[in-house]
């Protein structure tokens, strides 16, 4: 399905995929800003149970302990509270811990934690508690395929590896990281090959999804592709130079 066709309304639940850097951020942000809907990237709760497995001393290697733990915490996100460059909150049981699950310990064991069984079924459970209220971004791996298989409008953004590797590493040459291009583009292959060849969940293009390649389009050009999808598209946005990187 392109769209909600049968209601002629907005697509109430919109389901984007893709790999890491192709985009999904950035252009899942500026969608929602424009609808006035939810952004939701579900890659943030599995940084929340990394970094709470991690704060309580579990080893991310312990898949019952982890799995466990994951089934215990609630994990929410809400309109940023603070003015220090975030987009929201996180909240891990009721406390601030937005800027926690960014730490380099939390991206080293991300991949492994999230390829657990048990974790992405409890997160996927309260991501479509999230999702049931409607008017919602959100964006994952498996979003189209596993956790909102019925979504109204399901995108995949795709890239090249170099094009994507190219873009996470302007991004973080801009936050002062001094990862080279080598580096990043193989930390890129190796997360692609963990993503797609992972037991449960794997990323993969969902047979209605629109496949959208941003290698030569700004987010605000994927962003029009996308409205151009809906039944009564709205107005183009005024054309940006923005990152398409920073998921």
Known sequence: MQANETSGALPLTIAIDGPAAGGKTTVGAMLAKRLGYLCLDTGIMYRAV?????????????????????ESIEIDVKPASKDDGRAFDVL??????TWDIRLPEVNQNVSLVSSYLGVRRAMTLQQRKIAARGRIVMLGRDIGTVVLPDADLKIYLDASLEVRAQRRFEEE??????????????SLRRRDEIDSSRQHAPLKIAEDAVVINTD???AAQVVDKIISLFPHPLSPIPELQLSLSGD
């Open 92 to 97: 891990i049981n009721s406390e601030d811990h």
């Open 173 to 186: 040459n801009q936050h002062g990281t001094t990862a080279s291009y080598a580096e990043i583009l193989a």
């Open 216 to 218: 030569a389009l700004t």
């Open 50 to 70: 990394t970094w709470q497995a991690l704060n309580e001393g579990l080893a991310p290697e312990d898949e019952p302990a982890v799995t466990l733990l994951a």
